[in-house]
């Protein structure tokens, strides 16, 4: 883990597969990649998955991010350059995969966009009440993640270990980092043109009970602003659904054709 506290890295799930494509998960404000680890083992079925990992006192902007992630991408390839690549998003991972997929949009054979958090700007109170944080003193954020946490997850559908481990995650960020990120959160923009030359299919899913953001009202917006988007909306799940029981995020590609004919599916579950 030392690493992940000097530059951003992919985290690598214990296989490795080169031959199948490559899965890039980019995650929510925390950026750990450690909140992926429940839909890991599913998605090995048919990927080779990486999860971006953020340093805790990273403090970049969105194009030094973008260009983070897309050198990490492209080292991967070196390895293994004849595969699709499939770019997941989820929360402020989806803002920046927006950023990484319209600064290359011929890298990538899908993408798939969770509860975006372009959203962010639709909720003016959140955004003003985001302006206030550097008041805010740092103690307080240790206590203030308790009481966040019926807004970001819907906790009765969730174990109690990921529980405590998403509570634990939100906990590990310094204030300096929770205020940056929600800066970049506030000036957030991707124009609907440069959206508009993603020609491959992009996913966008939803948690129809998200508490946190609109997240329902952005993928409608986005919807009819990319070229080839399809829609997905879990009614009951929160924001942070892919830590909920009954949502399997292999299960939710398949479905919608979103895995390629798999000469991959001999391969079990973990």
């Known amino acids: 883990m030392a690493d992940v506290e000097l530059k951003p890295c992919f985290l690598t799930p214990k296989r490795l597969q080169p031959e199948y494509p490559l899965f890039v998960y980019l995650p929510g404000m925390d950026g750990t990649g450690q909140l992926l680890r429940s839909q890991t083992a599913g998605l090995e079925i048919g990927f080779d998955v990486r999860c971006l990992a953020i340093p805790r006192q990273d403090l970049t902007t969105w194009e030094v991010l973008t260009k983070n992630v897309l050198d990490l991408i492209h080292a991967e390839l070196e390895r293994s350059c004849h595969r699709p690549v499939y770019l ?75 529980r405590h481990e998403l509570l634990r995650t939100m906990r590990s960020l310094p204030a300096e980092t929770v205020n940056w990120r929600l800066s970049l959160l506030r000036e957030f923009q991707v124009e609907e043109e440069r959206l508009q030359q993603l020609k491959q299919q992009v996913l966008l899913i939803a948690g129809g009970s998200d508490r946190l953001l609109p997240s329902v009202t952005e993928i409608e917006r986005l919807d009819n602003i990319l070229p080839n988007p399809k829609t997905l909306i879990l009614p009951d799940s929160g924001h942070a659904c892919l830590l909920e029981e009954d949502v399997n995020l292999y299960k939710i590609l398949k479905d919608n054709q979103f895995v390629e004919t798999l000469e991959y599916s001999h391969v079990g579950l973990i």
Do not use: H
């Open 88 to 162: 997941c998003g989820e929360s402020f991972g989806g803002c920046l995969a927006m950023k990484v997929a319209t600064q290359s949009p011929q890298l990538f054979k899908r993408i798939i966009l969770i509860n975006p958090a372009s959203a962010f700007k639709l909720r003016p109170w959140l955004t003003s009440l985001s302006q206030l944080t550097d008041l805010v003193p740092s103690w307080f954020y240790d206590v203030g993640a308790l009481g966040l946490l019926p807004l970001l997850a819907s906790l009765s559908r969730m174990s109690s270990s990921d």
